[in-house]
Nanobody, 122 residues
Framework: QVQLVESGGGLVQAGGSLRLSCAFSGRTFSTYAMGWFRQAPGKEREFVAGISWNGGRIDYADSVKGRFTISRDNAKNTVYLQMNSLKPEDTAVYYC???????????????WGQGSQVTVSS
């Protein structure tokens, strides 16, 4: 069974940066695509970024392109989301998710973390 544990959330002022980490365990990390999603109060969970099993494909939501960077370290079984130039509208609970090999920009992932709160103050 795959387990995902996010860390690195918190409170930051607009224009600031945060880096989220997601530690993966229970299966072979290098065979899983990883995604980051977020959910703000009263809104549906939305795709933020995804990276394929080998890093060969990376996708971003239009709302975060140029500000967020997803990366993975297969030696550490960890995926990261570097978030720069944060805006108040980025405030949400951020979730990492895993599915075999191919990244998709939908919620069609098999495993989910517990979420990490990110709050951006204006």
């Amino acid at each position: 069974q795959v387990q995902l544990v996010e860390s690195g959330g918190g409170l930051v002022q607009a224009g600031g940066s945060l880096r989220l980490s997601c530690a993966f365990s229970g299966r072979t990390f290098s065979t899983y695509a990883m995604g980051w999603f977020r959910q703000a109060p009263g809104k549906e969970r939305e795709f933020v970024a995804g990276i394929s099993w080998n890093g060969g494909r990376i996708d971003y939501a239009d709302s975060v392109k140029g500000r967020f960077t997803i990366s993975r370290d297969n030696a550490k079984n960890t995926v990261y989301l570097q978030m720069n130039s944060l805006k108040p509208e980025d405030t949400a609970v951020y979730y990492c998710a895993a599915r075999r090999f191919i990244v998709v920009a939908t919620i069609d992932y098999d495993y989910w973390g517990q979420g990490s709160q990110v709050t951006v103050s204006s």
